[in-house]
């Protein structure tokens, strides 16, 4: 909906708006997104104004593998409509 994406736009107005942020400053915000909700990458990247690769390799599979992220589909890490939540919200 239009108000969840203005919301989200707005917890990603820092990285959104920068060219440079510190890099926790991306990991927070991206958590952040993803907190209780799945988001794709190509969403993702939009909200941050990130370039996918980047994103992907240097954020993403990083908080995945430290667990802070949980994949939509974890058996097929590729798949076409993968998405991320936080790992806290995919706990009972």
């Known amino acids: 909906s239009e108000a969840l994406r203005s919301r989200l ?10 060219r440079k942020v510190d890099r926790q400053v991306l990991i927070d915000v991206v958590l952040d997104l993803c907190e209780a909700r799945f988001i794709t990458l ?26 802070q992220l949980s994949l939509a589909f974890p058996n097929t890490p590729n798949h076409e409509r993968q998405a991320y939540t936080t790992a806290k ?3 009972p």
């Open 89 to 91: 919200s995919t706990t």
């Open 9 to 18: 736009e707005a917890m990603a107005s820092e990285p959104r708006t920068k």
């Open 42 to 67: 190509r969403c993702l990247t939009e909200l941050v104004n990130r370039k996918p690769d980047t994103l992907r390799d240097q954020y993403l599979k990083v908080l995945v593998r430290q667990r």
